[in-house]
């Protein structure tokens, strides 16, 4: 089993991420379980989301508390929420910020993992550039290409399905897969799945 | 068809199958994200005539639906929590008029102190309203159960309330097959009323019973809903064969038959119990679940069947009841009368609190070595307690129990005074 955790603020598409994750890990044959953990529903307020992808069926309905992976939609949160508990040793970082790990006061803390899994992409500046709005789908696709927990075929056949109806489909799946090549780039193919 | 999809689009999408005619709602979270799609399901007029009522609070929409039901039309509602405290007083019209609706409960707790997250409180408030309850693990039987709990009602014109676990089920995405409109159709025949107002065959319903019939009326309406305990079984192998997958029925064994210690829930927590289950029977412990599915009419014979063997019986609940502790427990202790099974009440998840694996790890090492209480709280901060009892004892204004244990752990919405 593989899990996913995903950090943000009310009004960043956090539920939506880890949603979009489980439809993405179904279309590529596999179980996939996504769930919320809402605070007071509010803009701004710190959200936490989860998802589990496996190949059998996923019976424990816990939140996620060993993550595999993380992703922080916001880096004011690293101050804010213990973000990082329970990550496993081998585990998977994606950071939305236009800083490295280092001048985000990770520098120290990042020492005890493995280093080529843990980055940081300016999933904001994507975004803004291809959609105008919401980091979320940009991060799965850099998630994508970090991990490799679904493909990105797969992930922007659940953009387009989740986004379609509001004609957001397009300018979504462009950002994530602009996401996904430039965190190829960065790390080349993802080390596991 | 198998799909990806949220467990409360799942279950919107099985009653509409159902061709429900009548939907009375009022929102409130965890529950909303049903009658949203269903509200959008009849105005895309997928459902012909069916009329979705918006109305002004859930004692309108119990009532609404009371009426709508009475003129013999299938009827459904869904609510959650405090929600379903404010229908209390028609729940009993609607049970005791003898009216097939069937209602979604998405689980949530009562306040105060307010709170939107997952327990059981709320159904268990209203166990004895003479509604049938059948609980669910998973969205694949939520789905299900909506299609068998029309059948019932409708077979014993009683109403149903499928509790689902709010959030936890109602808002998880996971992969569900839908029963379809033919599926459906095959397993559930148009509704025939038993109590029905028809202007060309002019009754009163509800009328004033005094002592000289109520006692009989009130007996009737218990043996009624005790031959649930025949019909659900029946029902469930009939819709297994027309989904084409098991169906749960009055309770579910997983691995106790035999074992030493028995844990015993309702709801959602049974898949991390089974997984919980699995791991430490690998390590040689004698432990198995029982998943109580009907929780009224509550089915005593089986249950007494399924757990007579086991040494301890661990009673996990998501509800308290102040005073006394244990809801489930109570009635499981009833159905182990005179056995020798020791019976342990443990209260966990209240108010969205999570039941994890670690947990109940734990819980059932400590049972199995004889060390668990007769009555546990899983994962409650005794210290929190003890600073604010001490608050208390050291001044009379202490001020509200809640906002000072939020900031006694530093929750900043609290604030300081």
Not at chain 2, 174 to 200: H, T
Not at chain 2, 342 to 371: C, F, N, Q
Not at chain 2, 378 to 399: F, I, P
Request: hydrophobic share 45%; glycine share 8%.
């Amino acid at each position: 089993m593989f899990q996913i955790r995903i950090h943000g603020r009310g009004g960043q598409g956090v539920v939506t991420a880890a949603e979009l994750l489980s439809l993405a890990a179904f279309a590529d044959g596999k179980f996939a379980q996504a769930f919320p953990s809402f605070g007071s529903e509010r803009t701004g307020a710190p959200v936490t989301s989860f998802c589990r992808v496996d190949e059998r069926e996923i019976r424990t309905r816990e939140p996620v508390l060993a993550p595999d992976a993380l992703v922080i939609q916001d880096a004011t949160l690293l101050h804010h929420v213990d973000v990082f508990a329970g990550l496993q040793a081998e585990g998977y970082v994606l950071i939305n910020s236009a800083r490295p790990f280092a001048e985000l006061g990770l520098g120290e803390w990042s020492g005890g993992f493995r280093p080529e899994r843990l980055l940081c992409v300016a999933a904001s500046e994507i975004s803004r550039e291809h959609l105008g709005a919401r980091p979320n789908t940009a991060l799965l696709g850099g998630l994508a290409a970090l991990t490799g927990v679904v493909s990105l075929h797969s992930l922007l056949g659940a953009i387009e399905e989740r986004f379609a109806a509001a004609g957001r489909a397009q300018a979504n799946a462009a950002a994530a897969r602009a996401c996904f090549e430039q965190v190829r780039d960065a790390c080349g193919e993802p080390v596991h799945a | 068809m198998l799909e990806q999809l949220e467990g409360s689009q799942a279950v919107a999408r099985a009653v509409a199958a159902c061709r429900p005619e009548v939907i009375p709602a009022y929102p409130i979270s965890p529950q909303t994200h049903i009658v949203e799609a269903l509200s959008a399901i009849v105005k895309a007029g997928e459902l012909g005539s069916c009329q979705f009522v918006n109305v002004e609070s859930e004692y309108a929409a119990m009532s609404l639906a009371i009426g709508a039901s009475a003129t013999g039309a299938r009827t459904y509602t869904a609510t959650a929590s405090q929600g379903l405290l404010y229908m209390a007083e028609a729940l009993y019209n609607a049970s005791g008029l003898g009216l097939p609706i069937v209602m979604t409960l998405a689980n949530r707790a009562i306040g105060a102190p307010i709170n939107i997250w997952n327990d059981h409180s709320d159904s268990m408030s209203q166990r004895d309203s003479g509604w049938i309850q059948l609980y669910v693990e998973s969205n694949q039987e939520a789905a299900d159960t909506h299609v068998l709990a029309f059948r019932l009602a409708e077979e014993l014109s009683l109403p149903v309330m499928v509790c689902m676990d709010g959030f936890v089920l109602t808002h998880a995405y996971e992969r569900v097959d839908v029963p379809s409109a033919e599926q459906v159709e095959r397993f559930l025949p148009p509704y025939e009323p038993r109590q029905v107002l028809d202007p060309d065959d002019p009754v009163s319903i509800g009328a004033m019973v005094g002592p000289e019939a109520f006692m009989e009326v009130k007996y009737l309406a218990h043996v009624k809903q005790m031959q649930a305990l025949d019909l659900i079984p029946a029902l469930a192998g009939e819709l297994g064969r027309a989904l084409g997958r098991e169906q749960g029925a009055l309770v579910r064994s997983y691995e106790a038959e035999g074992a030493e210690t028995v844990i015993v829930a309702l709801g959602s927590v049974l898949g991390t119990i089974e997984d919980a289950v699995d791991e430490l029977r690998e390590e040689g412990m004698s432990v198995g679940a029982v998943s109580l599915r009907t929780f009224r009419p509550f089915p005593l014979a089986e249950l007494r069947a399924t757990l007579r063997g086991a040494k301890r019986v661990v009673v996990l609940e998501k509800a308290l009841a102040v005073g006394v502790g244990g809801i489930v427990s109570q009635n499981v202790r009833i159905a182990l009368a005179g056995c020798d099974a020791h019976v342990h009440t443990v209260i966990a998840g209240l108010g969205g609190r999570p039941i994890t694996k670690a947990s109940l790890y734990g819980l059932l090492r400590d049972a199995d070595a004889e060390r668990l209480q007769p009555m546990t709280f899983l994962d409650l901060d005794h210290e929190l307690v003890q600073r604010e009892l001490q608050r208390t004892r050291a001044k009379r204004r202490s001020g509200p129990h809640a906002e000072n244990m939020l900031r006694d752990i530093g929750v900043v919405a609290a604030g300081p005074v």
